[in-house]
């Protein structure tokens, strides 16, 4: 797994100063056990998230008590190109949920919860704002990122399967 965790860091340059203020909170991890000494030292034994973590079903995190992100790069299953690609989504991803906490006072408003399994991730509004967004900027600026980066993956589908 080869990540540059700094050049995918200076893909936040290129959104609003909005969401490049808050790049230094950003913690991409790339090896699953400095995320578990991490995460159970901050969160504590958080059994389900945990494994929804290793097992790759949550990519990222927005906390909005402390507006930082987490993006766990090492539970991410896809060719070289396509992981910096996931790594960039969900890094903008995260950072719209920091957007809609601090800025977006009526986007806000429509917040359900942060258990959003109970009315399913898709239809969630801020989700599906957070979605739209990174996927919006990644197209925006996917010349950009891949020069960044070195990589060019297939821009037109941001998720790896």
Known sequence: MNI????????VDL????YVENKNNIKIFTNKYSFLFQYILKHGLDIKEIKS????ETRGVYY??????????FSIKCDEDTLNQEI?????????????????????DKRTSM???DIGYETDPTERDANYFAARMCKKYKDQISRK????PDWSSPYCQ
């Open 64 to 73: 909005h008590n402390t507006n930082e992100i987490e993006v766990y790069a």
């Open 15 to 18: 959104l609003h100063e909005d």
């Open 88 to 108: 960039v989504f969900c890094m903008y991803h995260e950072l719209r949920h920091y957007f809609q906490w601090n800025y977006n006072k009526k986007l806000a």
């Open 115 to 117: 258990k959003v399994n």
């Open 149 to 152: 980066l070195n990589i060019y």
């Open 4 to 11: 540059n965790v700094d050049k995918l860091l200076s893909c």
């Open 53 to 56: 973590i290793l097992k790759g």
